[in-house]
């Protein structure tokens, strides 16, 4: 198996870059931030304590997520490999996620870390919400995504960093600029079939 993570801050391209890996690579796709707005329109009780924190930009509880993300992982037997996209977001998510791996034998093998300034990521997202309806997309909330990235989510990078699974992608230029640098580090290190 494969399992890579793409890791960034709010608008880096994660979800967009995220779509092209999955058909190249055949892997399948997490992302915590989808998983919890499906919640959300369901009306689900887990839908419901989640939208209080991200209607404010602020990190939903270890708990509610970690939770999600390992029914998630048991319910996809015989994936080929997954990407975990905008998961793990703190030390804690990353340890669990390490501990549910090491359960199943198929660790982290790469963590790809797309870099984008600040004032870049505003307005990718501000000109998102115009198209995407996402309720988060105030300049307010994604301030607010941004400190809680830089507070609680980047130190995930020196975790990884401290395994010597890391690098770092410049995420600014085209996406196919950027799709092609992903390409070429996974190819790396992606075992033949
Ligand atoms: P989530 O949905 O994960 O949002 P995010 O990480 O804040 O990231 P985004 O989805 O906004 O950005 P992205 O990196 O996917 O970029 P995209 O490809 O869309 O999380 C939302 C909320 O859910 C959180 O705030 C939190 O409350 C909660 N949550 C989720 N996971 C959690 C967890 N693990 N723990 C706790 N809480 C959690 O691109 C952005 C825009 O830019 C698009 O319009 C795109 O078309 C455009 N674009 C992409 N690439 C380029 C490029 N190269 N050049 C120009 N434009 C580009
Ligand atoms: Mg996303």
Do not use: W
Request: hydrophobic residues 40%; charged residues 30%.
């Amino acid at each position: 198996m494969f399992n890579l993570i793409l890791f960034g801050p709010p608008g880096s391209g994660k979800g967009t870059q995220s779509a092209n890996l999955l058909n190249k690579y055949k892997l399948q796709h997490i992302s915590t931030g989808d998983l919890l707005r499906d919640e959300v329109t369901r009306m689900t009780p887990l839908g419901s304590e989640a939208k209080k924190f991200m209607d404010q930009g602020m990190l939903v509880p270890d708990e509610v997520v970690i939770g999600m993300i390992s029914s998630k992982i048991d319910e996809t037997e015989n994936a080929r490999g997954f990407i975990f996209d905008g998961f793990p977001r703190t030390k804690q998510q990353a340890i669990a996620l390490d501990n549910l791996l090491d359960f199943k034998n198929t660790p982290i093998n790469l963590v790809l870390a797309l870099e984008v300034p600040d004032e870049e990521l505003t307005k990718r997202i501000l000109n998102r919400a115009l198209t995407s309806g996402r309720v988060d997309d105030t300049e307010e909330v994604i301030k607010k995504r941004v400190e809680e990235y830089r507070a609680k989510t980047e130190i995930v990078a020196s975790h990884y960093e401290d395994m010597d699974k890391v690098e770092r992608i410049n995420g600014e230029g085209t996406v196919e600029e950027i799709f092609a640098l992903l390409c070429s580090e996974i190819d790396k290190v992606i075992l033949p079939e």
